[in-house]
Every structure is written in C-alpha cells, then in structure tokens.
C-alpha cells in the first residue's frame, strides 16, 4: 500500500465499526467514562457471581395472596396488615414475591406491586405511624425473582402496613400479589403465622388467601448458601424417631424442621416429609413427661415443600432432649435434612448427639445420623436469617447498581459513537491536506538523500576513477620510448590500474542498486573500501565473516556499506589517527559493526550534526538499528551499529 493511503485508514477501518455495531474498545479513547463505566460493571458482577446462585422456586400448593384483580386502579390505595401481637423491636421487614405455577416458561415476579409504602405503628387504625420504606413517586426498581428486603434499624411497633399506590397489570387487570411478608427480629422471623387483615378479601381462592401471607410457605425455601454434602438427608422407618441430645437442659425459643429436597435422583422438594408427626421435648432420654411443642398426628400436616417448618415458642420451655416422632408418610419412610433448635440467637443444635430409628430402604452406605445437625440442608449450608438477608440486600443493590451502569454506559458509547464521527469527518477534511504536506516533505527529503549520493558518487568517481584513468594515461604517452624491462614494468603498472578503477566502478554502479553484491564480494568491498581510505594506517580486522547470511538484504546492506565507507572518511579525515580495529559480526537476525581509532578524538555534543554524523544516524534509523558513537578528546572514537539483518514487515530475499 502506498504510503500516502495510510491517512485515510481511521476511515475505512474504525467507522464502519460504528454503524455496524461492533465492541469497538478503541471508543473509550473518546471517553475516558466509557472506560470506567465498563470496569464498574465488570466489578459488580464479578460480586454478583460471588454471592452465589439465587434459586427461587413454588414448591406448594400455597402461593401468597393476591389483591381482588379490577378492570382499572381502585380510588383508594389497597393495604394489607400485620398485627405482632405485642410491639416488638423490628431488624428487617421483606416482601416476598409471588410466583404462580401457571406462567409457563416465565421467570418473573407475579404482579408484584409497582409503587408502595411499608410503615410500623402501634395503633391498628395508623393514626400515627413511622415508615420504614417509601417507593410512591417513583416504581420500586424490580430485582426479578428475588426478595424487596428493607432495614428497620430495631424500631419499634406492633403493626406492619403495606400500602400499595400503584398496582401491576397483570392480563389487562389491575392487581397486587405477595408470597410472603416476613418481620425479622435478630435471627427469627416474628410475623410467622400472626395475624393478618387486608383492606380487600373478597373472591379470592384459597390458594392466594390473605392467611398465606405469613405462613412460611415461599418460592425462597431456607436461608442456604448453595454447597452440596455426599447425602441429602437422614431416614427412618415409618413409624421412625429422631431424638437430639442437647447436652444440657435449655431454654427453648424455636424449633426449625427442615425437609429433605431429593437430588440424588429425581428432583422432589419436600421428599418423604411425614404426614404425621409429633415434636416433644423431655429432660430425660426415655421421654417419661414430656412437653408436646407440635402435634399433627390428627389431623395431618401438608408437605411443606422447600421450606423448613418453623415452630415458634411463645412461651418459653425447657428441656434437654428433642423428639420427633414420625408416624405417617406417602412413601413408606420418612426423612429430613436438618433439625435447628434456638435459645435465644443460638442454634444450641448445631453438633449436638443424634439417634434414629433405622430406615427402611436399604443402601450401600450407612448415613451418620449427624446429618441431621451438621448445619447443611439438602442444598446448602444454613446461614443466620441477618446474613442471609444481608447477601439478598446487596444483591439487589448491585442488580439496580448494574442496570444503572448499563443505561449509562449505553449513552457513553453513543456519546463517543458521536465523537468518533466528528473526528472522523475532521480528520476526512485534514488529512489530505497532512497526507500532501508530507508528500511533499518526503520527496524533498528523497532529493537531498539523492543529492547527497550524487555528489559522494562524483567526488569518487574523480577522486579514484579520474585520477587512474589520468595516470593511464601519463604511463601510456611515456611506455613507448622505455626500453624492454622498463616498458614491462609500466604495463603491469598500467594493468593494476585498470583493475582498481573496475573495482571502483563496480562500486559505485553498486551504491547507485546497479549491482547487488553478496557473499564474499561485499566482505573484499568492505576490505578494499578500508585499504584505499585508510591508506597510510595500521588496519585490524578482528571479525569478518566469510560468508554473509542469505537474509541479510541488499538494500540493508548498501546502508551499512554507506555508514562504514562515512566512518572510514571521518577518520581519514579528520582523526589524525595511526590504527584503525574494524569488525563486522552476523548472527541469526542481527548483526553489529565497529570501528575503533587511536585518533585525537572529539567533543561528541559540539559536533553531533556535523562530520556526516546525522547522516549515519539517519541510515540506522532506516535500517531499524542503533548507531552508537562514543568518543573524547585524546581518547581516539568508538562507532558501533547493531541491526536487524531483516528490517521488521519486509520479506526475506538471497542475493
């Protein structure tokens, strides 16, 4: 490509980019903003993939509760209410979103609402009330399938509101849905199973009745951090016991069963939970007395899916021995993954000695019923309900973090796009005319380069050729009237003559690319060019190849050929110099020459651009080497040249 052509590259390679819609990553050199921008987000995902896989999933029948669907928003903003039973000092306050079984391939929250506010009062009828949470001007910026978790800094109320200033649009209806409410007080959930009311209950099924709202039945299962154990839980026969030794007697505030989700083979939450089942405390191992804290052998207990039946104490009881006595399941043996048992924020559980009655199915292996204290459910391992909400909280603070960047980062890039045009567009406008100037500049450069090898080429051919030729001549005029040995000695004389100015016009038709030189001609030109201009000196050649390798290039070596013959000049010159060490080396792609003079020597900074010394410098630049040159008065001057035997994007050639 001709070298003028390279201005308009930027044209024809990077804009195309931009209206095609490539990643161009050159764009950020329009914007140093882009750039950031991008970093950020890569950042916050890296974070995002840190905290682990959000898995939400319906595994009952109960979906959460559903405002009454209305063909357009009702005058008054609907609400939905907890009642504590008693003020209590309130962490957290979530909310839960739906998720229906009948949104086919859909993973999205079901109608959950758009604009909202969530205050804590202690009077039913919120005469007076704090808020904890407001999204009312603006739509509460949606996470997708993950929980809307809000810190209440410990403030104290007995009633929990949600109030709902813009419903979703849900099939051309206007409605709201919640799965769950929770309330969190240090590590348990305080809302579960209290009571709740609701400013609309009318037709609405069972399964998104407003009592399911707080009934520990949700798409978000146990609080886990996904890693998986070899088993995914402990069973026993039906009827069948799990008894876990506390160790000591403890005061007991919450019991959490959880279930065993089956994944070693089929995919079943909630697999071989009883149906029936009593949970007892006692202080002594054989459970002569003791204090029934849950009883479903009457009436039965639906499976609870992926999530952990909670049993609250309100009032607290002690004991040191837990029971579960297992009487009824669908499959024939009953199962769980864990048992947590709470005093206080503690799960005095975690580790604690376990007996069961054995399982029915048989295995290759023996399960140790510590499983069931280990602090793993079938998909994880348990966290305290603060971090685990914690890990939800910056979720969704990196998910609205993310969408933000990336809407900016869109009007960067189309800002830049913008810029890129309009220096594109300048550059069209500006570059001939550069592309002209240094055309220009160029050939100007070309004439004095040629201008300069004409006049070394004259000043050779007159300085050697003119004076061999003269004294051919002279010889010839006298040879005639010498006697015979005389006359002998002046046509040998003649003879040698007449080589040497071959030699010379074969030199100069070289340096002018008439010629190509190669192998050991251009050492016996190196050797002849030293001899002739370095006349009357000692010369030592401590390197010179006998041959030259086959990639070294003619072009470069006229170069080198051209920086020597300068050298050898200056020093004939201008050194005053008795012996000269000259030495050439090749290796594989390079190659290195120096000359050494025991002359007087120079003040390098006084005559940088004098002596031909930019000359060479130019030439080595050509060549893609260095050209060093060192020298001090008195102290004679040391030239060394290292370059590439190949300059750098031209193909090899043998010569």
């Known amino acids: 490509m001709p070298r003028r052509a390279f ?78 039973g008693s003020p209590q000092d309130i962490d957290w306050i979530v909310l839960v979103p739906a998720l229906v079984d009948w949104q086919q391939g859909e993973s999205k929250p079901y109608a959950f609402p758009r604009r909202f506010r969530i205050d804590v009062s202690d009077d039913p009828a919120f005469g007076r009330f704090t808020p904890v949470a407001l999204f009312t001007d603006a739509d509460y910026p949606s996470h997708g399938l993950t929980p809307a978790v809000f810190r209440a800094g410990g403030l104290r109320g007995r009633y929990i509101r949600l109030t709902v200033t813009k419903l979703a649009e849900e099939t051309a209806t206007h409605s709201f849905a919640l799965s769950e409410i929770m309330v969190i007080r240090g590590v348990r959930n305080i809302a579960l199973r209290r009571t709740v009311t609701a400013s609309n209950t009318v037709n609405i099924p069972p399964r998104l009745h407003v009592q399911n709202l707080n009934d520990g039945r949700s798409p978000l299962g146990p609080p886990i951090l996904r890693d998986f154990l070899p088993y995914d839980g402990l069973f026993t026969g039906v009827p069948g016991t799990i008894t876990v030794d506390l160790a000591e007697e403890r005061k007991i505030d919450e019991v959490r069963l959880h279930p065993v989700h089956a994944r070693l083979g089929a995919d079943v939450p909630g697999f071989s939970f009883p149906t029936h089942f009593v949970v007892e405390l006692d202080d002594a191992p054989d459970f002569p007395s003791p204090t029934v804290l849950m009883d479903t052998s009457a009436e039965g207990y639906p499976n609870p899916g992926n999530n952990p039946v909670v049993i609250p104490l309100p009032e607290a009881v002690r004991g040191r021995h837990l029971r579960i006595r297992m009487l009824e399941s669908t499959t024939g043996r009953c199962g769980l993954s864990e048992i947590e048992v709470f005093s206080g924020e503690e799960n005095v559980a975690r580790g604690a000695a376990v007996s069961s009655s054995p399982d029915t199915f048989t295995r290759p292996e023996a399960r140790p019923a510590s499983l069931i204290t280990d602090g793993y459910t079938s998909y994880g391992r348990l966290l305290p309900l603060p971090d685990w909400l914690e890990r939800w909280e910056r979720r969704n603070q990196l998910q609205v973090e993310i969408r933000s960047l990336s809407e ?37 450069r070309r004439v004095r380069s040629l201008h300069l090898l004409r006049n070394r080429i004259a000043q050779d051919l007159h300085d050697e050729i003119g004076s061999n030729i003269a004294g051919i001549a002279i010889i010839s005029e006298t040879a005639p009237g010498q006697d015979g040995e005389r006359q002998k000695e002046d046509w040998q004389e003649i ?36 001899g ?122 043998s010569h």
Not at 10 to 37: I, K, M, N
Not at 60 to 66: K, S
Not at 500 to 529: H, I, K
């Open 408 to 444: 900016a980062h869109a009007r960067l890039l189309e800002s830049a796009q913008r810029r890129a045009w309009v220096a594109g567009g300048v550059l069209a406008l500006i570059l001939p005319g550069v592309g002209l100037a240094w055309a220009v500049t160029e050939r100007r």
């Open 532 to 653: 002739r201009l370095l006349s009357g000196m000692e010369v030592e050649w401590t390197a010179l190849p006998d041959h030259l390798p086959d990639a070294w290039q003619g072009e470069s070596r006229r170069q080198v050929f051209l920086i020597f013959k300068e050298a050898l000049a200056n020093i004939s010159r201008h050194s005053g110099a008795t012996r000269v060490t000259l030495s050439l080396e090749c290796g594989a792609d390079s190659l290195r020459l120096e000359i050494h003079d025991n002359g007087r020597g120079f003040t390098i900074q006084r005559t940088s651009g004098g002596m031909g010394i930019n000359g060479m410098k130019e030439r080595a630049r050509n060549l893609h080497g260095r050209l060093t040159l060192t020298s001090a008065p008195g102290d004679g001057t040391r030239l060394i040249l290292v370059a590439p035997l190949q300059s750098p994007g031209t193909p090899s050639s």
């Open 7 to 84: 201005p308009y590259l930027f044209c024809f390679l990077f804009l195309p980019s931009l209206s095609s819609g490539q990643d161009a990553g050159w764009l950020r050199l329009f914007s140093r903003e882009l750039g950031r921008t991008e970093k950020r987000i890569q950042e916050d995902q890296e974070e995002l993939t840190r905290l682990g896989v959000a898995v939400m999933s319906q595994t009952t029948e109960e979906l959460g509760y559903q405002h009454r669907q209305l063909p357009e928003p009702p005058p008054v903003p609907p609400w939905v209410q907890v009642d504590l």
């Open 495 to 530: 003879n040698r003559i007449a080589r040497e100015t071959s030699d010379s016009m074969r030199e100069v038709l070289w340096l002018v690319g008439a010629r190509a030189e190669s192998g050991p001609d251009f050492t016996s030109l190196l050797r002849r060019a030293a």
